[in-house]
């Protein structure tokens, strides 16, 4: 018997250190490249090009007066290839590297030390810089239909290269790079806060610092192309894939998610905001559809990796009424000329979206759950700080930087050039020939 207590003793002291030594080998083992991660991650960097140009360009195009066509493609256009260039210059850098609660450190400027063997999990790490450049470059390009039509090209470009260096970047940090905003434990997956709500206020206030255009409220300014919006807002839906699931930075199961999550919302957003315009104007409109669907991308974009899909479908129904009363009434009511409705629906449906996955990642309701010890309550405080600070922080910073813009360059056009039309006053071409 002692014998058999003595083995019994030895193989368990065995066993214990084999599964001590397992422990450390399994902790010290390098990171491996997954081919099909990386594939994937390839798709939707793509993805997410092809939000902005054309998509994110066509949709507020079609938008514009006809007259006004090409300075928008313009302003999209250049700004996501002056910001991918700083992004790799310094952006990366300042977003994932180690600093403090706000802002990282310059290590990694202009990529230094990423090589082709360098990995982020089981991509490259050059992949990653560029999926997150995407993130960087659209952002600010999204606050360009905020102030169309009246705004001088050069402002723009000055404005985007500040706003992503004061803005852009410290939110990312602060929510993505080990900052205040993610080690609090607010859930962001894949930007409403860093990405929309970001984009949304910036727009608002750039609304009401450069002024409505001339002749708004007293004439007519309808989308000069509905047809281009739609296909542009299409674009917008098919890359927000990309965009959404590719946060995951892996090919697995909560990638799958992810997927269902994105087209059940924005599908019940589409159907929500054809309800309320149909009850309230009798009509439902081409635009408020398209809208719509943005309203519901915008709103799943941090919850797709938290909620469940009847938590999609509600949360997308939810943000698109809202969106639906943001554009229509509080407007109206406040009478800024926001041309694309930029606030109303990115701003407005990322702060829907932010609370609502405080409140739909709840178990019972049909997603992943909260962390250990985490209640509803607190998650949903949580949520609602990161709001709040994001609100405050990025209407401060942004007014700044357009005050900053006006005293180097100005801001806006003459009133002659606005109205002959931004084309040819700014970039002496034309959309269209009769």
Not at 129 to 147: D, K
Request: proline share 3%; aromatic share 10%.
């Amino acid at each position: 018997m002692k014998r058999f207590l003595s083995i019994s003793t030895l193989l368990g002291g065995m066993l214990a250190a084999g599964s001590s030594l397992a422990e450390e080998v399994a902790e010290e083992a390098p990171a491996i490249l997954n081919s099909g991660d990386t594939a994937w991650m390839i798709v939707a960097t793509v993805l997410v090009i092809i939000m902005a140009v054309p998509g994110l360009a066509i949709f507020y195009g079609g938008m514009a007066r006809s007259k006004n066509m090409l300075s928008v493609l313009m302003q999209v256009l250049v700004t996501f290839s002056l910001l991918s260039v700083l992004w790799a210059v310094y952006g990366y850098s300042l977003v994932f590297t180690e600093g403090n609660a706000f802002i990282g450190g310059l290590s990694k400027a202009f990529l230094s030390g990423i090589t082709p063997d360098s990995l982020e999990g089981t991509i490259p790490e050059l992949l990653f810089v560029t999926f997150q450049m995407t993130f960087a470059a659209i952002t600010p390009a999204l606050i360009v239909g905020g102030f169309a039509e009246r705004i001088k090209f050069s402002a723009v470009l000055l404005f985007m290269v500040l706003w992503m260096t004061f803005s852009y970047l410290p939110m990312a940090h602060m929510v993505w790079g080990g900052g205040w905003i993610g080690e609090m434990g607010a859930a962001d997956f894949a930007g409403g806060t860093v990405v929309h709500m970001n984009a949304g206020i910036a727009a608002l206030v750039g609304a009401l610092v450069l002024g409505k255009r001339i002749g708004f409220g007293k004439e007519a300014m309808p989308p000069h192309n509905m047809v281009l919006t739609m296909v542009g807002g299409s674009l917008l839906w098919a890359g927000w894939f990309g965009f959404n699931v590719g946060s995951e930075l892996a090919a697995d199961g909560m990638a799958g998610l992810a997927v269902v999550n994105t087209q059940l919302a924005t599908a019940s957003a589409v159907v929500g905001w054809v309800i309320a315009e149909w009850l309230s104007k009798g009509k439902p409109s081409m635009l408020g559809a398209i809208s719509g669907a943005i309203a519901g991308l915008v709103a799943i974009t941090p919850a797709c990796g938290f909620v469940g899909p009847m938590g999609a479908i509600v949360l997308g129904f939810i943000a698109s009424l809202i969106s639906f009363w943001s554009v229509t009434k509080l407007k109206n009511a406040l009478g800024y000329d926001d041309t694309m409705d930029v606030f109303g629906v990115h701003g407005i449906a990322g702060i829907v979206g932010a609370l609502g996955t405080g409140i739909f990642m709840a178990s019972s309701l049909g997603g992943v759950g909260y962390d250990e010890g985490v209640t509803m309550g607190h998650q949903l405080y949580v949520q609602a700080v990161s709001v709040g600070f994001t609100v405050v922080y990025v209407s401060i910073v942004s007014y700044i930087l357009f005050k900053i813009v006006d005293l180097v360059v100005g801001l806006r056009v003459s009133e002659e050039e606005e109205r002959e039309g931004l084309d040819t006053a700014s970039h002496g071409e034309r959309a269209y020939h009769s």
